[in-house]
């Protein structure tokens, strides 16, 4: 900052620099914060979490980003500072991707919601479709009994009724090719009576044997769960949606880009595609500003300040070498020094122990 203030002219590019980044962490917090949000979505603390999150994911992006526009230097050509910024503009890029894609889901979240409510809806049927052939696979011997039972039955009630008709044109003695035309409750009036309870008998006893599967197979029906399934009303299918987490929202923003057939819907996918190429461009363009500005005093001075400070940290490290040489000289003259006193005296002490005159 001392060294910027000393060129005025050079304070408009960076400021526009500066407030770029500012406002890719703004947008960064406001992303960061909204993906908490669904990821804590319904917990009586998801606000506090999302604010949290989203202050300190926009102070993470600030800090990135300041760090990778400052540690752009003006030296060398033009090729070299492309060479050294693209590592740069890669990490931008995907910080561009992670900011963008909260943004937008929210953008989009009235086509997501339905999306999703399709989805939920097109679940349950085919649950409900999946139990269903289930229970016929496992029940299917006594759903075939029961069929046969309700077709024996059916045919069994028009015997019966054809039957009875029969007796009474007996009964009253009308002439055709099934009766006798004797009127009164004669031989074959009895005959046909005896035909119609054999009848009548036997549709009572198949249909309490369809009523009788029919009831455990109902019991299935609730044990397997069958009965209890239910499509989505519109009530439902409106609080799942609102429910709905980052991951369904996330899966239902790239189902926007496609078709009910499959195919690309490409004004879909381009809308989606290019508000996040809008985010990406966003937080690439401190790195082209910085690469496309030309060199100004304040990177010449820089240059030069990095320059004299290495300079001076090259000095300063010669000054700690000779400093750490001579006292290390020092230690060892003076230690050469002790070591020669300490021999003499022991040289001295030995010739008096050892003297015969």
Not at 26 to 31: E, H
Not at 65 to 79: C, F, H, L, M, Q
Not at 320 to 336: C, L
Request: with cysteine; hydrophobic share 35%; aromatic share 12%.
């Amino acid at each position: 900052m001392d060294t910027l203030q000393k060129y005025p002219l050079e304070h408009n590019k960076y400021f526009g620099i500066g407030a770029t980044i500012f406002f890719t962490a703004l947008f960064a917090s406001l992303s960061g914060g909204y993906a908490m949000y669904f990821v804590f979505n319904g917990d009586a603390f998801a606000v506090g979490f999302a604010i949290l999150f989203g202050l300190l994911w926009g102070t993470a992006i600030f800090n990135m980003d300041r760090y990778i526009v400052s540690s752009i230097n003006k030296e060398g050509t033009t090729n070299q500072q492309i060479l050294q910024a693209s590592p740069r503009i890669l990490l931008a890029i995907m910080i561009g991707i992670v900011i963008s894609r909260p943004l937008e889901l929210k953008i989009f979240d009235k086509e997501i919601r339905q999306k999703l409510k399709t989805a939920y809806l097109k679940g349950q049927h085919s649950k409900i479709d999946t139990l269903k052939k289930t229970y016929n696979e496992k029940y299917g011997m006594e759903l075939a009994k029961v069929a046969d039972l309700k077709k024996e039955k059916d045919s069994l009630e028009k015997d019966v009724n054809r039957s009875r008709f029969q007796l009474n044109e007996e009964v009253f003695g009308e002439k055709n090719s099934q009766t006798s035309g004797i009127v009164g409750y004669g031989t074959y009036a009895k005959q046909k009576q005896t035909v119609l309870q054999e009848k009548t008998d036997r549709l009572k006893a198949v249909t309490a044997n369809a009523e009788k599967l029919d009831q455990y197979l109902g019991q299935r029906k609730d044990y397997e769960g069958l009965n209890n399934l239910r499509l989505f009303s519109e009530h439902q299918l409106d609080s799942l949606a609102k429910v709905a987490g980052f991951a369904d929202r996330n899966w239902a923003l790239g189902q926007l880009t496609y078709n009910e057939n499959g195919t690309r819907d490409l004004d879909t996918y381009l809308a989606i595609s290019f508000i996040g190429y809008l985010f990406i461009l966003f937080e690439c363009l401190p790195v082209f500003v910085k690469l496309m500005s030309a060199r100004g005093p304040y990177d010449i001075a820089i240059a030069k300040k990095q320059e004299s400070d290495a300079h001076f940290a090259e000095r300063d490290k010669e000054r700690d070498i000779s400093v750490i040489d001579s006292v290390y000289d020092h230690h060892r003259d003076e230690d050469i020094k002790r070591r020669k006193r300490t021999i003499a005296n022991r040289s001295d002490n030995d010739r008096e122990r050892h003297r015969y005159d």
